[in-house]
């Protein structure tokens, strides 16, 4: 069972910034992607962003687009995600998410346990 590790997260102001990190450390494939999705209160988990390890093609939701972005650490298996320009409608539990498929929820192989990112108006 591979475990990913989550940071970063706490409350932000709106227009602020603020950076998760996602580590997986015992995850030995060569090629896989990580990412993230987040669920804000009585809604559906959605899918935020993905970046490919190996291949380095990064894909964001278009909710996001143009304010995070996902890039991968100097260790391997660990995957940043930059939020600038955050909204109060970005409040929600951010998952850190890898395997063969990242923008799927349904497909994931594995979850972190998330991390919440309040924005206050």
């Known amino acids: 069972q591979v475990q990913l590790v989550e940071s970063g997260g706490g409350s932000v102001q709106a227009g602020g910034s603020l950076t998760l990190s996602c580590a997986a450390p015992?995850?030995?494939?060569?090629?896989?992607?990580m990412g993230w999705f987040r669920q804000a209160p009585g809604k559906e988990r959605e899918w935020v962003a993905t970046f490919f390890i190996g291949g380095g093609d990064a894909y964001y939701a278009n909710a996001v687009k143009g304010r995070f972005t996902i890039s991968q650490g100097a260790a391997k298996n660990t995957v940043y995600l930059q939020m600038h320009s955050l909204k109060p409608e970005d409040t929600a539990k951010y998952y850190c998410?890898?395997?063969?498929?990242?923008?799927?929820?349904?497909?994931?192989?594995?979850w972190g346990k998330g991390t919440q990112v309040p924005v206050s108006s």
């Open positions: 998410a890898a395997g063969g498929e990242c923008t799927d929820d349904q497909l994931i192989d594995y």
């Open positions: 015992e995850y030995t494939s060569s090629t896989y992607c």
